[in-house]
């Protein structure tokens, strides 16, 4: 069976689809076969061209049932399913099939109280500080922010995902072959934190992942040539196998 994690939460704008494609390039990254779920029907499907996890559409509920059902028959994957927000009652009912579910929140008020709202409706969530800033100032204030509203949510609250100005190339279709380190490296980190959650130990076959920071987003061009960048390497094989031990590319199944 596989794995599958939610992201909700009833706040729009939180960061839950980015970081739903960052998770499964995290994950892919990492050698883990993931699959992005689209549940959200205001979002386009977005092909697999350049990635290296699977993408799904499952926006209609027969759609959503059959992934699930797929997802469940199979071993070895990861399935990463992007909520929409206002919708409460769907969000229960996908966090209902959920091994892990993510919040996403940001820096503000209204983010936070938002947050401790949906950490109450989902007792086993785990809430995600998104786009955290990366200038020192606003970086200091988040924390505190933090710090204040949420302390004591000890293993609840996982790192914070810094703001990435060129996450937006994972939501790109197809998707850039060369992405710039500082991305690939937040996707990485952001996967291990959730496989730890999850007690999924994996080799760490990557090197070691580098401290670099990108400039504060709204002072430079979205993927600035300075930024290093990464070739993508040999993609991680896609083929599973069902229980009775048949080969299975879920990229080639119809959901
Ligand atoms: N880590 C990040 N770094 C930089 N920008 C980000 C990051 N995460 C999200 N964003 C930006 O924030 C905006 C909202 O993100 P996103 O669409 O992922 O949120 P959402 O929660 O899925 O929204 P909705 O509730 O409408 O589904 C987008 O412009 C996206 O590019
Ligand atoms: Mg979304």
Redesign the pocket.
Known sequence: MAQKICILGHK????????SHMLCHGMALLGQRAVAVLT?A?REPLSKEGRRYVTVDARSDEALVRVIEKLDSIDGWIGIIDG??NRIELDQHLAGYADLVLL?FRDSQEDVRAVIKDLERFPHAMAVP??WPNNLWARRSADHLLAQQLDGLGERLLLP?????A??MLLEDPVPTRLPTVLNNACRELARQVLEALHIVVAEAEAPVETEVEPE?EATPSVPESLPEETAPEEPSLAGAHADGAEYDISKEEV
């Open positions: 729009g704008g939180t960061g839950k689809t980015t970081l959200d205001e929409g927000a996403p998104s786009q995902v810094s703001t990435v100005s996450s937006k987003p």
